[in-house]
């Protein structure tokens, strides 16, 4: 009796199973993805093919089938073996011995053993291997390999018939010449770069699909338009510019303007149409890019209710989305792992998720075939420093001269600078906001003093509040520089009686999210909110009045955003407020200079309209003496992730990967106090509970809080006598943390602290 073998345990499934299971997907891939031929190799689907029917022949060994964590052997060096039976030419069949061997681990994973003149793929323990394998050679013969012809119809619609598997083919097996394979992809990597990330990506996307019990794709229907259209009872000039636009495209509009609902139109416009049967599908994949956490998850929660119906359409991706879809009562692990994959048509996610690609971070090569032919929307482009824009712009310039993909950027303030810069990637075509002095919703205040002596001149008026001879109506938006004049700020509000919220970015996840909760819910029970620049991109939710700490004028533009965001459908004026003074810790957070040209600027506003049509003419300004600088910059950003995709090689881990996370330094702590909680939660396997009570902070301010205070900070791993993996990325920090006030760094924790 033939005895039969698995490709997953626990639960089990049949080795033949998982594959016809992978080929579903490939099919979905062949159906939707019609580009991918063209952008590689016409026979792709053909190769991609080989490469799902071979990929786990390996798992037939005796060992795996026995016990495959203790059996200490890679598979895919022996599926690899089987390549040698294609009828193919050896171009095409030693990318997919390649893809095979690679399905796992990078050819320079220290876990995939390596051919040298001494230790070869074919040495002694390889040849023991085979054996295992030959174990289980009736299964391949009577019961694999027949369904070769049915998997060749089922997808193909016809027989290849360029899998022969000749009589000698156990001896053949023990033959393959793995050091020629290797050798011919050193001298071909270059040549064949494009057609082997395409084959290895759509492998691990088939594999890892079916591995989760996943064999189709979801895609947009086409009723975006419809959608929008039903939201909005008349588009607005940009908005029916979109919906006309084919191509790159830059959208300038103030915020509340609906940039939202343009970017779906635009996306609406370009998306490829595909009849099938009595429905038209759109295939492509959407990612809508923002720089916070707080807006992404917002936009999850918007597109997701109100366009497109479900949260597996919508994917959410940034470094806490877990935690965020578990709070929010879904099934995280599930849909963590498909927004992973080429699954979900629509991302709302950071740079930093799409940058990973670029620099070899991850299965790069899954990543990079689900961004060609992709949508990339980037709004409020100008929210990041020159290195990353620089960054975005070389990954733009590649995406769409090498993947087809087509991009939109919108943002309220684009210096003319970045707007020449993004010009020379993208060709763009620029949508304007129209008559854009009827959008015109502020007046600029300019008042003496820093916020210490504004807010202590602060009277109640009635329901609202007099500052001099001006009145401000709640709730207020007090925005300040940093961390510790909002929590000075708050403090000395709640002294004097009023009902006031503080935000700010040294909160709790878990605490964060109640703040943003309450934010969203109960803000007109609130005299004021006292944030930092968390505000800036932030909720969808409007003030009557802000007062502001100086800074450059695109932070400012964002954050009279907050204030009277749809005062343009009922010509309505509310005034913003802008102090003289700043703090002393401001210039470690703004370039002193900038702030300077913009309040010079503002000034010459003060009790004027702030004119929507000026902000463009302001904005270069501002930024006109330091244009230059920030131009080569950016330029230098641009030029260098260019030649790290040049130097990105397929199939092998990039030695770029380290410098990915050195760009985005920074760290995740738990306060002392939250001990005893995060320890039974570890201790009872509860690791994404631990997330409520992390507290980011920059790589900077670690520095700086161990210059003040010495060494307050303790691995979990130093606590609980266990190894485990988990544990060393958990970090104490023997600071004071206060409910309402957040980590106070200035504070060290007097309580005990076990170690």
């Not at 174990?135 to 119809?153: A, M, Q, T």
């Not at 619609?157 to 290797?182: T, V």
């Not at 099938?276 to 997701?304: C, D, G, H, Q, W």
């Not at 709070?327 to 998720?353: C, E, H, N």
Request: include cysteine; charge should be negative; hydrophobic fraction near 40%.
């Amino acid at each position: 009796m033939v005895k039969v073998c698995l490709a997953k345990f626990n639960p089990d499934d049949f080795l033949e199973c998982h594959v016809n299971d992978a080929l579903n997907v490939l099919k979905c891939f062949m159906k939707y993805f019609t580009w991918i031929p063209k952008l590689s190799k016409e026979n792709i689907w053909e190769l991609l093919f080989y490469s799902i029917v071979l990929h786990d022949l390996g798992k037939c060994a005796c060992g795996f089938q026995k016990n495959p964590v203790k059996w200490g052997y890679r598979h895919e060096i022996l599926s690899t073996a089987f390549t040698q039976f294609l009828d193919l030419d050896e171009v095409d069949r030693n990318m997919v011995a390649l893809a095979i061997l690679t399905h796992h681990k990078y050819l320079n994973d220290d876990k995939l053993p390596k051919p040298t003149k001494n230790v070869e793929f074919t040495c002694e323990r390889y040849l023991e291997k085979v054996e295992e394998l030959l174990v289980n050679s009736d299964y391949i013969e009577e019961i694999f390999l027949p369904k070769i012809p049915y998997w060749e119809w089922s997808v193909f619609g016809k027989r290849l018939k360029k899998f022969n598997l000749p009589s000698d083919w156990k001896d053949k097996l023990k033959e393959f010449d793995f050091i020629h394979l290797l050798n011919w992809f050193e001298e071909n990597k270059r040549k064949y770069k494009k057609e082997l990330i395409f084959l290895k990506g759509l492998l691990n996307a088939c594999d890892h699909l079916a591995s989760f019990g996943e064999t189709d794709i979801l895609v947009l229907s086409d009723d975006i338009e419809s959608y929008i259209k039903e939201s909005i009872l008349k588009l607005r000039r940009v908005q029916e510019l979109a919906l006309q636009t084919i191509g790159n495209a830059i959208v300038k509009a103030p915020t509340g303007y609906g940039k939202t609902e343009t970017a779906l139109l635009w996306v609406s416009a370009n998306v490829d149409k595909i009849k099938l049967k009595t429905k038209v599908i759109s295939p492509n994949r959407v990612f809508y890019i923002l720089p916070y956490k707080v807006s992404i998850n917002a936009m999850y929660e918007r597109l997701k209710s109100r366009y497109f119906k479900g949260e597996e359409l919508i994917g959410l991706l940034h470094s806490s989305s877990h935690y965020y879809l578990y709070i929010s009562g879904l099934d995280y692990k599930k849909l963590m792992t498909l927004y992973r994959k080429i699954y979900t048509p629509v991302k709302v996610a950071t740079p930093f998720q799409v940058m990973k690609a670029f620099f070899g971070v991850g299965f790069y090569e899954m990543q990079l075939s689900e961004l060609a032919k992709s949508l990339l929307i980037f709004d409020e482009i100008h929210a990041y420093e020159t290195n990353i824009i620089g960054i975005i712009l070389g990954m733009l310039e590649i995406l769409t001269k090498q993947f087809d993909a087509k991009v939109l950027v919108m943002s309220a303030t684009i210096p003319s600078f970045l707007d020449e810069l993004l010009s020379d990637v993208l060709k763009p075509c620029e949508l304007k906001a129209e008559s854009l002095d009827k959008l015109t919703r502020h007046r600029v205040r300019f008042v003496d003093g820093n916020i210490l002596d504004v807010i202590g001149k602060l009277e109640q008026k009635g329901n609202n509040f007099a500052l001099d001879e001006y009145t401000l109506e709640k709730p207020v938006l007090i925005t300040c520089n940093t961390v510790d004049r909002a929590i000075e700020v708050y403090k000395k509000l709640k002294e004097r009686g009023f009902k006031i919220l503080l935000i700010h970015g040294r909160f709790t996840y878990g605490d964060r999210e109640k703040l943003e909760r309450e934010l969203k819910t109960n803000l007109e029970n609130y005299d004021f909110i006292v944030a930092t620049q968390v505000i800036e991109v932030s909720l969808d939710i409007s003030f009557n009045s802000a007062i502001t700490e100086p800074a450059p004028l695109d932070a400012l533009i964002q954050r009279f955003g907050r204030v009277n965001r749809q005062g343009w459908k009922f010509s309505k004026i509310k005034d913003v407020f802008i102090l003289s003074e700043g703090s002393d810790k401001d210039k470690f957070v703004y370039d002193d200079n900038l702030v300077k040209r913009t309040c010079k600027a503002l000034n010459e506003l003060d009790g004027k309209l702030l004119r929507e049509s000026i902000i463009q003419d302001l904005m270069d300004d501002v930024y006109e003496s330091d244009s230059d600088k920030y131009f080569e910059e950016i330029k230098d950003a641009r030029e260098t992730t260019l030649e790290l995709y040049e130097s990105l090689t397929p199939l092998e881990r990039s030695i770029n990967e380290r410098e990915f996370y050195d760009l985005f330094q920074g760290l995740e702590v738990i306060p002392a106090r939250f001990q005893d909680e995060v320890l039974k939660l570890v201790e009872s396997g509860k690791y994404i509970e631990v997330y409520r009570y992390l507290v980011p902070i920059s790589f900077k301010k670690y520095l700086g809080i161990k210059s003040r205070h010495g060494d307050v900070f303790i691995s979990a791993q130093d606590i609980i006598e266990r190894n485990c993996k988990k544990l060393k990325y958990l970090l104490f920090i023997e600071l004071k943390y206060d409910d309402e006030l957040g980590l106070l760094i200035n504070e060290q924790e007097l309580g005990d602290f076990i170690v």
